[in-house]
Structures are given as C-alpha cells and as structure tokens.
C-alpha cells in the first residue's frame, strides 16, 4: 500500500537514475510534449513524495503516482524500475519528468549488466592494469576504432548544442541528448568522455536550479573539458589521456599502511558536514577517510572527535589525524577515499612525525616545482591536480593583509645549521583560509600566526588554483631546528590543525623586536585578478550563460574596446581568439535562394573551445609564474 504522506519532493530523496535510463525516457516521449518536459520538471518542486516498499513515490496528480523501486544498488538501472499509474504510461510526461528531476548515477558505482557486458574490453583491461587508483596513462595506445570516433562525434555534437543554446535553453530534452550520448561513450569505451558529459548535466542542472555553492566558472571548466576530449577523439586523436580508463567506484587494495596528516572540517552548500582525515600511505599515495553526512556547521564542529566505523573498527578522527593504521581488506575509490565495509579491519600504528617516513615526501621539492606539476595535469577528476592534492612547505610570516597572512618560503637546511632564512628573490605567498566559517579556527588560527612577523611555520595544504601564489593551509606544526617557531603540545605530536585546534599565545615564540613587517609594503598585484583576461573570461562565461545569442549581442556593444586592452596588454592571441568568437557568435549564413540559415553550431563550438583553453591556459601560466617570479614592489 502506497504511504502518501506528503513532503516537498527532495533529489536527495530520490534515487539516482542511470543515463540511459533517463535519455530512453525522453525519446520514448511524444515529441508533442517536450516542449512541456521543463515546465514538469520544475512543478516537481512542490509535488508531493512518500516512501513505498522498496522506493519511493511522486504524486504527480489524479491517477498519476509515479513510483521508483531502485535495484540492489540503489539507483534506478533499469526503465521497468519507473512506473506510472497514468493511461499514457511509460510514454507520458509524468514519468519522463520525475526521472530527470532525479540525480544522476554514476554508472562506475551503479553499474548496469547490459552496459558492463557491452563495455570495451580493451578498456576493462586497461583499468585493471592501471593500478590501484585507475589513473588516466599517457603511453601510446591503438587507433580508435570507428564506433568510437561515431561516439565521441555523437558527444560533441550534443555539446556543441548546448553551448550554442546557453544555460537558459539547455532544458530537460538537451540534457538527455547529452545522456544518450555518454551512455553511446561508455559502450564505446570512451570513459573520460562519458564522465565529462555527466558533469556538464549536472552542472546544467545546478546552475538552472539556482543550487547555492555551484560557480558558473565550474561549468565553464567541465564543458570546455568535453569539448576539448570529444573534439580531439573524433578527429582520431588516439591519445589514451583522451579515452581514459574506466574508473571503479572503489577497489581492492588490500592491506595498507596509512598514517595520519590533518583533519578538515566540511561544511557543503548541499546540506552535508563533517570530517575527512587526510592520509599519506606507505607508498605515497594521498588517502583519504571521512565522515560526512547531510547536517550543518553544527556538525562539522562536533565531529572534532567523530568516532567512524572502519569495518569492526571504530576509528577516532583526532587519533587517527596524529596516528595510523595497519589495515587490511580495504578497498580504495578513484580519489582516494577509504572504504568502510565490513569485511575491514585494522590495527593502530604509531604516528609519523612530518619529517620522518612517508609524510615527510610532502615536504620534499620546492613549491614552485610542485605548483608547476599540479598545474599540469589537465585530467579534472585526477587526485593528483592543483586544488585537490595537498603538498607542503616551510615559511616564514612576514605579516598580513585583510584576511591574507603574508610568507615567505624558506631555503632549504645547511649543514651549518642555524636559522633558515627566506628564498633570495622568492615570492610573497598569501595563506588564506580554507573556510571562513565563524564555527570553525581557521580565522583565528590564521589571525594568530600573522602576530609573530619571523614565526617559521610547515604548511600543509592546497594551491588555491584560481589566484596568484595563494595557498589554503590545513595544518600547521614546527619547523625542526628553528628556535622562532611554534611550541605545541606533546599530545598534539607536532602538528595543529587549523580547522579545529585553536593556536594559543604560549604556542607561539616569544616577539623579536629585530622582526619588523617591511615585507609587507612590497605586496605585488594578484597577476590574474589585475590582468585583463577577465575580459575573455567574461565573454567565454556569458557564453556558456546566455548562449550564442548573448555573445553576438555583447561584442556588438563592446565593439573595439574587447580587444584593444588585450593587445595593448600583451595578449595579442587572447585578442585574437576574442574577436574570432564574437565575429562567430554573429555569423549567419545563407542558402541558394539568399534565405538566411541556422548558424553552424560546430564552427562556433571550435572558436570558444579555443578561446577557452588559451584563457585557461594563460591563467595557468601567470600562477605558475607568481610561485617563481620576485613579488613587485
């Protein structure tokens, strides 16, 4: 018996839905009513929900119950799983909508059985032989083969689509286009391209929903990413950077040692908070193990020492961070994250100081040299890549500004000994917080170290990908031999994380009047927020906003002045590709009989992918400069 208590329909609350499942729901509908396939979706909102046996249930009117009975994953895999109670059913709107207002499933942690048996099996093999975390290869690989390259041309056309049309237009039925064409990706064994156009929809998805924490620069970077691979692989670009390697929601692993680095406090825009424990493993590898559930700041505070369940394990966080682990029958996801079923087991490890064993590798090359690495790597899911990898360093604060502290790497030790001072000629480093939330220290934290001009102080923590030689500790801890740094206590074994111990006066040395903060008056500009790129950064994200449309309308009114800062800038390419992109928005051909056609979305794809990958490609380069060049005074 159906339950019709009433609730506003929640996606959280819905299960997820396979592409193909959501893509063969659109096509199969009259092409009559996919004008109305929107306005359905968003009515959603406030329709009625109720658990049933098995699922749950959407009350989309009179005699029209829509009813989801995910399978033994938890996602709907299959369309039998999707009922209506409606005459026209399953070719009726009520379906058809319910299944696109809910999340996508990742088909690599819901797999479907005809899928599976369809995938590639060159591509199967090569995700067996990739190792542990199924990173992308970049070795030579075979010719694509001919359903591949139709595959990938399906994705890009399908892309190119929705750039044309923009955010407002790329409703319910070009989405499922997109769908059906990474679902055509991955039976063609085209991985990276099928992750990539999962993306964009669910990038479509939160920026039409208005979902707060979603940044259209995100959905700029997702489809220009599927753009680049799709446009590359249909040409017959046979790089196996492009056609990737399946990825596997989590894997086998087998025994590991890992030991404990820092703990972060998370508190999502979504409605989810809570703690991740960041690891080092024996090997090197960049671990992960979190407790993260839908709850507020309130949680993320409390779980300071959230005890989590590792199997028959109970695993306390505040131990685990200063800690480790021996453990055995893990299994590990893509990025890195520690599974928890029950067939785990582990037994604590003594923790490792940051300057001894695996941990100390984060601390090993200078920062330049690993910003230069991160920025690299162009693969978005890749753990590896700036923003989501954590690396290390020894600074020196020369002050603040704003909610900025102000550093200064250090040279590495002699065997002099003594005090290390600052890299001659190295670049000032703006430490900023991770989160600015008043329930967490980060702030305070931060705040109390830019009071001791001289501290020497080891970092961990992230490049912040998107401004100029900033870095967003997560911990802090000593630096081994220096007399001016911090002195913390013997049960916090070398190491205060920022997010949640609070720094104290007596954890800091004693003032040296020889310090002063003349440092600070020699702040440069941030090279990427002074430059003026954000003129093509603004016209490639109001592409992407507002559609073809948008852009022809804006270089009509900008006229020269576009293009003119560009090249009396310097960026004469930038300047270049600008103009080409607005002339292309604003190209209309025409037929024998002198009629006006439709424009060709594809030219007017391949003129943005291009100015968007000079545009991230120059950003790109004036961080990495920030990390070696001299600060200007």
């Not at 396979?18 to 729901?25: D, M």
């Not at 037994?347 to 940051?354: N, Q, V």
């Not at 830019?450 to 801890?477: H, N």
């Amino acid at each position: 018996m159906t339950d019709r208590t009433a609730t506003a329909v929640d996606t959280d609350r819905l299960p997820p839905v396979l592409p193909a499942v959501a893509a063969a729901a659109v096509a199969a509908l009259p092409p009559r009513l996919h004008r109305r396939l929107d306005a359905a979706v968003e009515r959603l909102a406030g329709v009625p929900v109720g658990p049933v046996d098995g699922g749950v249930s959407v009350d989309c009117g009179p005699e029209s119950l829509v009813t989801l009975t995910p399978g033994a994953t938890g996602a709907v895999t299959d369309p039998h799983q999707a009922r209506c109670s409606c005459l026209l059913a399953p070719r009726c709107l009520h379906r058809t909508a319910v299944l696109l207002a809910c999340p996508v499933a990742d088909p690599a942690a819901h797999p479907d059985p005809a899928s599976t048996a369809a995938a590639s099996p060159a591509s199967d093999s090569a995700a067996a032989a990739s190792g542990r975390t199924a990173r992308t290869r970049k070795s030579a690989g075979a010719a694509l083969t001919k359903a591949q390259r139709a595959a990938a041309g399906a994705l890009w056309r399908a892309a190119a689509a929705v750039l044309a049309a923009g955010v407002p237009a790329a409703g319910a039925v070009p989405q499922a286009e997109l769908l059906r064409a990474a679902h055509g990706a991955r039976l063609a064994g085209l991985p990276r391209a099928e992750s990539a156009a999962l993306r964009t929809v669910r990038g479509l998805r939160a920026h039409r929903g208005r979902q707060n924490g979603h940044r259209l620069a995100e959905l700029v970077e997702v489809l220009h990413d599927l753009l680049y691979v799709t446009g590359r692989l249909a040409a017959g670009d046979a790089d196996p950077a492009l056609v990737g390697v399946l990825r596997r929601a989590y894997q086998p692993d087998g025994t590991l040692e890992v030991y404990g680095v820092c703990r972060e406090p998370v508190i999502s825009a979504t409605g989810y908070a809570g703690v991740v424990t960041h690891l080092v493993a024996a090997d090197g590898r960049q671990l992960s193990f979190g407790d993260v559930k839908p709850g507020g700041p309130d949680r993320a505070r409390d779980c300071a020492r959230a005890v989590t369940e590792m199997g028959a394990v109970a695993v306390n966080h505040a131990v685990l961070a200063r800690g480790g682990l021996r453990i055995t029958g893990t299994t590990v996801s893509p990025d890195g994250r520690l599974g928890a079923g029950k067939g785990v087991r582990a037994t604590p490890l003594t923790g490792a100081d940051w300057s001894t064993g695996p941990l100390a590798r984060l601390f090993a090359r200078p920062l330049a040299e690993v910003v230069t690495a991160q920025l690299a790597t162009d693969d978005p899911e890749d753990p590896a890549r700036a923003g989501t990898a954590l690396f290390g360093g020894d600074l020196m604060v020369v002050g603040a500004v704003g909610d900025q502290v102000l550093a200064r790497e250090l040279a590495p030790a002699t065997d002099a000994g003594g005090e290390r001072a600052p890299v001659p000629d190295g670049p000032l480093i703006r430490l900023v917080p991770v989160d600015s939330h008043p329930m967490l220290a980060h702030v305070a934290n931060l705040r109390r170290l830019a009071s001791r001009p001289g501290l020497r102080v080891r970092v961990v923590g992230r490049l912040d990908p998107d401004r100029a030689s900033t870095l967003r500790p997560l911990a802090v801890g000593p630096v081994p031999g220096a007399a001016a740094t911090l002195r913390l206590p013997v049960d916090w074994h070398g190491r205060a994380d920022l997010g949640y111990d609070e720094l104290q006066g007596g954890h800091l040395p004693p003032r040296d009047p020889a310090e002063t903060t003349g440092p600070v008056l020699a702040v440069g500009a941030d090279a990427v927020a002074e430059s003026p790129l954000w003129r093509v950064r603004r016209l490639v994200e109001l592409a992407v906003s507002g559609g073809r449309r948008a852009v022809a309308e804006a270089a009509r009114g900008d006229g020269t002045g576009l293009a003119g800062p560009l090249r009396r800038a310097g960026f004469t390419t930038a300047a270049a590709l600008t103009t080409a992109l607005a002339d292309e928005s604003d190209r209309r051909g025409r037929d024998a009989f002198g009629r006006r056609t439709d424009p060709d979305p594809d030219r007017y794809a391949w003129a943005w992918l291009a100015a968007t990958a000079h545009l991230a490609a120059a950003e790109r380069e004036l961080i990495r400069s920030s990390w070696t060049a001299p600060p200007l005074g």
